[in-house]
């Protein structure tokens, strides 16, 4: 009777447990989910999501303030209600071909507003299934106003430049100087709409791949959640998983809030003296774990200095740049060096590795927006921000960071900074 006491008591003890740890478990995946459900509601970009029937289901904060209505009177409505008549054919034959084969891509569409003042969008769809099994459309549309505004304005423009045209035939030489400054007001606008299209592909790219890594760890996210649920894996091992893509999850987050200060130059820094080579040191030791076996790391470091440097800013470089070369090296070694050129105030610190280098057409744009390194034909997962946010923290230290291709059949990272910083 003791023994049989004995063993319910053991199992109230290790339900209470299991019990705990799949709340705890549950408070971080609603957490996660809030985040990304955040990201949807506060994007620029109008969002909805809209059943086969043509219902809209779901819609974030920005689509109903375009139209004009709350979200509550939005969830429900047909989305032929809020299309322009002149769009509706359009916007008929653009969800037929969603319905078909689960995308559009780009489709131009009139909206109207509740007041009845109608905007051109673009607009896409692709295809998730929901918890029943029912497709349902993952709709972004851009509000294409301002372009649409700037298309007009250059059309009429343009029709000016012609009339002007048939009067300078008739004009003396001052006309003609009218003329030159008027073809030069033509190619600065057709500079300023190039550089417009261009901000507007990289604009695309960027949603593109940040909404691609922000759901890629909540997938495996809920994966390990599902197994731990239904007993298939330990509970311990679930947790690890769990917080090993939370926190890929949180690095992904704070390379794009990086890049949003870099690119509005509000990104600050707060400068100290750093002793540069514990900070080298503490980053060396925390990425050994991460290395492959047989790959080793070495230092050689010239004689410990301060620096003047944010130093939060500084590891996060080093930290990127050496953790890079751990990632891709799969055998040989990685070297990390420090030089100090007294004779111009200045540190320098290599970063070599074995792996395999730097594809020659990459290079050049290495440390631009979503370039990511490959190793032949594997390409591991990021946004391809990390080499680009570490540039301006370096460029902002007054500083250059290099890369190129070295003897050993890898890659070196240099890194030069000022002794001291200067405003």
């Known amino acids: 009777m003791d023994t049989k006491s004995d063993e319910l008591s053991s199992t109230d003890s290790s339900t209470e447990s299991m019990a705990k740890s799949l709340k705890k478990y549950t408070e971080i995946l609603v957490s996660t989910k809030e985040r990304y459900k955040n990201l949807y509601d506060n994007a620029p970009d109008l969002c909805r999501a809209v059943n086969t029937e043509g219902i809209v289901i779901d819609c974030n904060k920005s689509y109903a303030e375009h139209l004009g209505y709350s979200r509550e009177e939005i969830i429900g409505r047909s989305i032929f209600e809020t299309i322009a008549e002149e769009s509706l054919d359009a916007m008929r034959e653009s969800f037929e071909i969603w319905k078909q084969t689960g995308h559009v891509f780009n489709r131009e569409i009139w909206f109207k507003r509740k007041d009845g003042a109608t905007f051109p969008t673009l607009l896409s769809a692709t295809s998730l299934v929901d918890e029943n099994g029912n497709m349902i459309s993952n709709t972004i549309i851009r509000d ?153 790391i070495e230092t050689k470091l010239d004689k410990d200095i301060d620096i003047e440097a944010d130093k939060y800013r500084i590891t996060q470089v080093l930290t990127n740049v050496i953790g890079n070369a751990v990632k891709f090296t799969k055998e040989g070694r990685i070297k990390v060096e420090s030089h100090i050129h007294e004779e111009t105030n200045r540190l320098e610190i290599k970063v070599s590795d074995t792996a395999g280098g730097i594809p020659m057409d990459v290079l050049p744009h290495l440390f631009g927006k979503f370039v990511t390194r490959s190793i032949g034909s594997e390409v591991l997962h990021g946004t391809g921000l990390g080499l680009f946010i570490s540039k301006a923290i370096v460029t902002a230290h007054k500083g250059r960071i290099e890369a190129d291709n070295n003897n050993e059949g890898g890659a070196t990272f240099t890194i030069i900074l000022p002794v001291k910083h200067k405003n």
Do not use: C
């Not at 106003?145 to 009429?156: C, F, L, P």
């Not at 400054?181 to 417009?196: G, H, K, P, S, Y």
């Not at 690890?240 to 390379?255: M, T």
């Open 144 to 296: 294409m106003s301002e372009i649409h505004t700037i298309r007009k304005e250059k059309d009429e423009q343009s029709k000016k430049q012609r009339d002007l045209t048939k009067q300078l035939k008739k004009a003396n030489e001052e006309l003609k100087t009218i003329t030159k400054e008027t073809a030069n007001l033509a190619i600065e606008l057709e500079n300023a709409n190039q550089e417009l299209k261009r901000k507007d592909k990289l604009k695309d790219e960027f949603i593109s791949i940040a909404s691609h890594e922000l759901r890629s760890p909540i997938q495996p996210i809920l994966g390990f959640a599902t197994l731990a649920k239904s007993g298939k894996l330990d509970q311990q091992q679930a947790w690890e998983g769990v917080i090993r893509h939370a926190r890929r999850l949180q690095r992904i987050a704070n390379d794009i809030l990086d890049v949003s200060r870099i690119e509005s130059d509000e990104l600050t820094y707060t400068f100290e003296k750093v002793r540069i080579n514990t900070v080298i040191t503490d980053i060396v030791n925390s990425e050994k774990t991460n290395l492959i076996n047989g790959v080793v």
